[in-house]
């Protein structure tokens, strides 16, 4: 009883003041001074642990909270290893060049922003990451895209709608994984299915959008898909052979196998068929698993398409994840998350309110600190409480961090995504963000499904209401 009476010292004047003044700070070192987001958090952890302990918190309450915090984010970090291992096994293997090639073939420049828009769902979903599908494919399109004339801002449209949705069905997602261990997803299939009752609307909308945007009739200079091609086929072992560990992929999905084995499964067929088919060395295999793939060749624009993965590509990210679960941690055991929740309790009293309240939270706090994993952390470990007394399943809780949480940051200019996005491509964030249809759609159904759908959200569609439960409790 004593522990409750500490945790919940702070007033909710002073819990919303802290929650002000560290988004303050968060956003003006994020966004005016461009800080690296790690920095801002840490420096923001200092001052609210710091100020906990002279609010009267010991130093082991508040080590438990971090302690606490950060476990939700333990197996989606491990999992951010395996995607590094995996990627860079697919690198230099040649399964992920044997991709790009069989989708360049299929490109059909009659339906361009069509075919770009399904490519990148498809690569996206296979390699699991819209940043290595928007920095691979993208480049690639777009350059086609101005040599056929096509409207530069559809073209970015189209590769990062596809590419975000490729990244939201895909198991191999880091975001999507990041979603589900905060949400309490066991099963990161159960989330995949969930977010796909919006996501497959939304991009057969975004689809049909650019079916009849992207219709030409133009019979444009293909030799810059020629000529990729042909770099791709002289430097890998380009086979449907390679296929194969795509293959052990889909069927430990369909199996329902957890993320980490699907991972290993899926790197170590790779890797072995590299060494059967290249003969490299042992040392080489390693370096390149821990450092990425980097290939060497006279091209160097095809050298920095089919370059990266690695364990240490992770590492960055994966320091975010952590110092940001830390803060969440401490704002949990202070009490600050609780007491702001406290006064929304009475109006978020129904699946759909807090299904909307908590994707604002996460739009909100894209817009305030634009960075996306923070936009996933901070609202899950808010609201998950919300839908538990609501009886509601952790895979929508999930769902709402990955669409308003993840895809929401490609929206944002000066978010992560949005400048990564406008960095790669080689336009504006305001040029894309207007075009990037199945972005805007997948929340905003999310929303709509909550409140038409959301007492089939809930366990035996039946919720517990808070005064019940802590009846029963007693």
Request: charged fraction near 10%; glycine fraction near 10%.
């Amino acid at each position: 009883m004593a522990d409750m009476k500490k945790e919940s010292r702070l007033t909710f004047w002073e819990s919303l003041i802290i929650m002000l003044v560290m988004f303050g700070l968060l956003g003006t070192m994020m966004i005016k001074y461009k800080m690296t987001p790690q920095i801002p958090i840490l420096l923001t952890f200092t001052l609210l642990l710091f100020y906990g302990k002279s609010r009267g918190f010991s130093w082991n309450e508040l080590q438990q909270g971090i302690i606490d915090g950060v476990k939700p984010g333990i197996v989606p970090m491990i999992i951010f290893v395996m995607i590094g291992v995996l990627v860079s096994s697919w690198l230099m293997s040649g399964v992920i060049p044997t991709i790009m090639v069989y989708g360049l073939e299929l490109l059909n420049v009659r339906f361009f922003l069509f075919t770009v828009f399904v490519s990148c769902c498809l690569v996206g979903v296979i390699v699991g990451s819209s940043f290595t599908t928007i920095s691979t494919l993208g480049i690639v399109f777009m350059g086609i895209g101005q040599v056929m004339d096509i409207n530069t801002a559809l073209t970015a449209g189209s590769i990062v709608s596809g590419s975000l949705f490729g990244n939201n069905i895909s198991p191999l997602s880091g975001t999507t994984n990041l979603s589900t261990g905060i949400a309490g997803v066991d099963n990161v299939f159960d989330h995949i299915k969930t977010i796909s009752h919006t996501a497959l609307p939304s991009a057969a909308i975004a689809a049909i959008i650019f079916l009849v945007a992207g219709h030409t009739g133009a019979d444009p200079d293909m030799s810059l898909v020629q000529h990729i091609i042909n770099s791709l086929q002289s430097n890998f072992f380009v086979s449907a052979w390679m296929l194969i560990p795509i293959a052990i992929l889909i069927l430990c999905a369909a199996l329902q196998v957890p993320a980490i084995p699907t991972l290993l499964a899926g790197s170590i067929t790779a890797i072995v068929m590299h060494i059967f088919i290249d003969h490299p060395k042992f040392s080489e295999i390693s370096n390149q698993i821990m450092q990425g793939y980097t290939l060497h060749s006279s091209d160097k624009k095809i050298n920095a398409i089919v370059s990266g993965g690695g364990v240490s590509s992770m590492l960055d990210s994966i320091s975010l994840i952590l110092v940001a679960l830390t803060l969440g941690g401490v704002l949990l055991k202070l009490g600050v998350v609780d007491n702001l929740i406290g006064k929304l309790q009475q109006q978020v009293n129904t699946p759909g309110k807090v299904i909307l309240t908590s994707i604002l939270s996460a739009i909100g706090v894209n817009f305030l600190v634009g960075e996306q994993y923070i936009s996933i952390i901070l609202p899950g470990t808010t609201f998950r409480k919300n839908f538990e007394e609501q009886n509601i399943k952790g895979q929508y809780l999930s769902r709402v961090l990955a669409t308003g949480g993840a895809d929401i940051n490609a929206l944002v200019p000066w978010g992560v995504s949005g400048i990564f996005i406008s960095g790669v491509l080689g336009v504006s964030p305001l040029v894309f963000i207007p075009f990037a249809f199945y972005v805007w759609l997948n929340p905003l159904l999310t929303v709509i499904f909550g409140f038409i759908f959301g007492k089939n959200y809930q366990k035996d569609n039946q919720a517990i209401p808070s005064e019940k439960l802590a009846k029963n409790l007693d």
